[in-house]
């Protein structure tokens, strides 16, 4: 993926515009993409493998870091 459909992305995902992807924000979006079974306690364990600053939530460098594989 590059860098502005990553970002493209991203910004589907922060609904609320704050910078951060929560959990929430992850499980509503996965099921308005159609995946109904991404509930909250999923999206806490998917962002959990990738938030390397420990708070919970997605910042866009790690979610970068998840799309550059």
């Known amino acids: 993926m590059d ?13 609320n515009g704050d910078g951060f992807i ?3 924000e992850y499980s509503k ?9 991404v509930t909250v306690p999923v ?4 962002i959990a493998k990738a938030d390397t600053s420990k ?3 997605l910042n ?6 998840i799309q550059k594989g």
């Open 60 to 65: 866009w460098d790690e979610f970068w870091a």
């Open 22 to 24: 929560s959990p929430e």
């Open 55 to 57: 708070d919970g939530l």
């Open 3 to 15: 860098i502005d459909k990553a970002k493209a992305s991203f910004d589907r995902f922060d609904i």
């Open 29 to 37: 979006v996965m099921a308005e993409m159609g995946d109904p079974y």
């Open 43 to 46: 999206a806490q364990a998917v």
